[in-house]
Nanobody, 128 residues
Framework: QVQLVESGGGLVQAGDSLRLSCAAS????????MGWFRQAPEKEREFVAA???????????SYADSVKGRFTISRDNAKNTVYLQMDSLKPEDTAIYYC??????????????????WGQGTQVTVSS
């Protein structure tokens, strides 16, 4: 089992950058595929990005089309932390961002299948 705590959200202007962090507690962090989802007001939760568990695929990644080229997901297994670097932010990126984890899945599967573990979320607001 893994517990997830997000940090790094805030209010920024369009075009700015922000980095989210997700600290995981529990065992075998490197065996979990990690990801980020987001939920805007009155919308469904949607997949943002994922990074595969390192022991299998060398940390392959997957991104939603809406964030490709602007967001980068990475992980530091020594710190049990996953990051989401968000550049060129747009007002439509405004949402609560949730960290997610699934044991020994692939990054490509997290989007359609979701995750087994979730954080509480951190608010990102992008003003125009």
């Amino acid at each position: 089992q893994v517990q997830l705590v997000e940090s790094g959200g805030g209010l920024v202007q369009a075009g700015d950058s922000l980095r989210l962090s997700c600290a995981a507690s529990g065992r075998a962090f490197s065996s979990y595929t990690m990801g980020w989802f987001r939920q805007a007001p009155e919308k469904e939760r949607e997949f943002v990005a994922a990074i595969s568990w390192s022991d299998w695929s060398g940390g392959g990644t997957s991104y939603a089309d809406s964030v490709k080229g602007r967001f980068t997901i990475s992980r530091d297994n020594a710190k049990n932390t996953v990051y989401l670097q968000m550049d060129s932010l747009k007002p439509e990126d405004t949402a609560i961002y949730y960290c997610a984890a699934t044991y020994r899945s692939t990054a490509q599967a997290m989007g359609p299948l979701g995750a087994g573990y979730w954080g509480q979320g951190t608010q990102v607001t992008v003003s125009s």
